[in-house]
Nanobody
C-alpha cells in the first residue's frame, strides 16, 4: 500500500512562513501521479482545497491563499511542496496532502497523507 508522508508543520507567529512537503514512502514503486494537492481542515469546518498541481504544472489555489501560498512539485521524486508565506491565524488547521491518480504495478488509486498541524498565533 502506498503511504504519503508529510513534514513541515509547526507553530509560527502571524506573518511567518512554513514550507511543507509530502512524498511517498515504502518499497512500492510509483509510475506516475496525475496530480497532487494540499487540503486543510479546521475544527468544525469541512475539509477544503488549498492548492493543487497537475503533472504538467497547472495550478489552482483557494481564493483565501492566493498570493501567499505557492505549490510546486518534483515529478522525479513524486514530491509536492507548499510554501506558506504571510501566515495568518485563519490558516490554522490540519493540512493534508493528496495524490490523485497514483499508478503502481497493481493499482490506480488516490492517497492521503497523515495530516500535519499548522498553528499560527497572533
Amino acid at each position: 500500500q502506498v503511504q504519503l508522508v508529510e513534514s513541515g508543520g509547526g507553530l509560527v507567529q502571524a506573518g511567518g512562513s512554513l514550507r511543507h512537503s509530502c512524498a511517498p514512502s515504502g518499497s512500492i514503486f510509483i509510475f506516475s501521479i496525475n496530480a497532487m494537492g494540499w487540503y486543510r481542515q479546521a475544527p468544525g469546518k469541512q475539509r477544503e482545497l488549498v492548492a493543487r498541481i497537475t503533472s504538467g504544472g497547472s495550478t489552482n489555489y483557494a481564493d483565501s491563499v492566493k498570493g501567499r501560498f505557492t505549490i510546486s512539485r518534483d515529478n522525479a521524486k513524486n514530491t509536492v511542496y507548499l510554501q506558506m508565506n504571510s501566515l495568518q491565524p485563519e490558516d490554522t488547521a490540519v493540512y493534508y496532502c493528496k495524490g490523485d491518480g497514483v499508478w503502481t504495478m497493481s493499482s490506480l488509486n488516490d492517497y492521503w497523507g497523515q495530516g500535519t498541524q499548522v498553528t499560527v498565533s497572533s
